[in-house]
């Protein structure tokens, strides 16, 4: 609603990323009514393709990632005659003219350039679009993550980028932050009056943030060795989590009063020196094992490599030195083929201050929030009972659960769905800003440095465990445990 109709233009269209998630979020985006009019989505890629065989292509693409109420034919029709595909090297010296031809006459709406591609010829890809004359008033781009390797990486993209775009037609994308769940973050936190008065070190234990993955490399072995889990998950999604699990309220939802301390909370992350690295960061990689009920072969292998010390598992206990955190630890772990598709925060609150109970009645377990981000998305508050009956008193932990498809019963749409859409409103709440992209790479790459000097492998873990046994003795030493699903 309220949004006129645009030409999003994706670099990197005929690639993973594309196939797999932005043109079925396209999809249904269009099946819910929300792709104005007169849109267009123009795939850009070096293949030479028909537009016919282009969307034969982007056909297949959302009937193999459909869900189980995809849209159907007549929205698909629909959907298709939106697409057009212009095949145009984006490092060659011709100024764009395929992309010219298909936008010049479309005059001066919305235009989105979605950078799918990888992020050292961002900032070409935003000179040669500027040199052919298609950035335009209602111009922004997108930048899909990661955003550079390290600090000084990410700042050469963030610098050549903008001196084409300015910082707020830039939309740095972390697809976590358009996964419903964590946008309910916010509102769990700052429109309840139960949890933020309780929700800093006088009270809580220790916060435990899991992503974890069942699927392996994906024929992504290229890409994937050169970066690893700490580059891949870590630098962006999981401390995007933290973010909106740590952050101060804003006094409001503008987009730089809500990044505006997200980045407070990037910049006190306590950056590991060596020997902190050590004892708090766990690297692994996976060797063959069972993952869904199949054998499934080990990272070396999908590779086809006998030597690579790159990292498919991390795990790390982070530390924020400011005054609501100081002295309570967040629990890092991400890791593909683990046994389940299962991401969740974790917030363990302290004990009670004082028991009161007869022994008998067994020890209070302490309260526990647990928000579950995929997949059965829900909320459920551990809280102490006492047993139901006239005997003795006896306690029993029970939550209190809250499931979202229960409770909502409505389609939750996908991460990339809501997210294009803003980038196409001009809403960059759910977007990140250049100095939360560099303070997220100051500590990763405290981290790098660090175990570059350690100069150890990874440890191997079979495929379908959950990481390295070294990831558990992190989280054990401190007398707590990885929650486990339920
Ligand atoms: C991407 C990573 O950003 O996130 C992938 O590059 C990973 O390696 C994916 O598989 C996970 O996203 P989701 O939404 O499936 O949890």
Known sequence: PGVGPFDLVVFGG?????????????????????????????????????REAYVERVAAACQANAEADSPGDEVW???????????????????????????????????????????????????????????????????????GNDLRSACAVNDA???????????????????????????????????????RREFIDHVQITVAETV??????????????????????????????AMEPPANLDPDAVRDEKVKVLRALKPLTEAEAAKKTVRGQYTRGIANGAAVPGYLDELDSKDSRTETFVAIKAELENWRWAGVPFYLRTGKR???????????????PHHIFPSEAGAPIANRLVIRLQPD????????????????????????????????????????????????????????????????????????AAWETIDEKPKNYSAGTWG????????????????EDE
Request: glycine share 8%; hydrophobic share 40%; proline share 5%.
């Open 377 to 448: 998305e829900g909320i459920k508050f551990h809280m102490m009972n006492k047993v139901p009956g006239p005997g003795g008193l006896k306690f029993r932990e029970a939550p209190l659960n809250l499931s979202f498809a229960e409770t909502f019963r409505t389609r939750s749409p996908g991460a990339y769905e809501r997210l294009l859409l803003d980038t196409v409103r001009g809403n960059p709440t759910l977007f990140m800003r250049a100095d939360e992209v560099e303070a997220a790479w100051i500590w990763t790459d405290s981290v790098l």
């Open 14 to 50: 005929t690639g993973d990323l594309a196939m797999r998630k932005l043109m079925p979020a396209l999809l249904y985006s269009e099946g819910d009514g929300r792709l104005p009019a007169e849109s267009n989505v123009i795939g850009v890629g070096r293949t030479d393709l028909t």
């Open 161 to 199: 980028v903008r001196e084409v775009f300015d910082e707020g037609r830039i939309y740095r994308i972390d697809h976590y932050l358009g996964k419903e769940t964590v946008q309910n973050l916010l509102v769990l936190r700052f429109a309840n009056t139960l949890f933020e008065p309780l929700w």
């Open 77 to 147: 029709d629909r959907f298709a005659g939106r697409i057009e595909y212009a095949c145009i090297d984006e490092m060659a010296a011709e100024p764009y003219a395929a992309l010219r031809r298909l936008l010049e006459p479309r005059g001066d709406r919305i235009r989105v350039f979605y950078l799918a591609t990888h992020s050292d010829v961002f900032g070409d890809i935003c000179h040669r679009l500027n040199a052919a004359g298609l950035v335009t008033e209602t111009s922004r781009v997108v930048l899909e993550k990661p955003l």
């Open 338 to 352: 683990l046994p389940e598709r299962w991401s969740e925060i974790v917030v363990q609150f302290r004990p009670v």
């Open 216 to 245: 392996g490399v994906e024929g992504r072995g290229g890409f994937y060795d050169k970066a690893g889990a700490l580059r891949d998950m870590m630098q962006n999604h999981l401390l995007q989590l933290l973010c909106m699990v």
């Open 468 to 483: 390295p046994s070294a990831a558990i003795a992190l989280i054990e030493r401190d007398a707590r445990t990885w929650h």
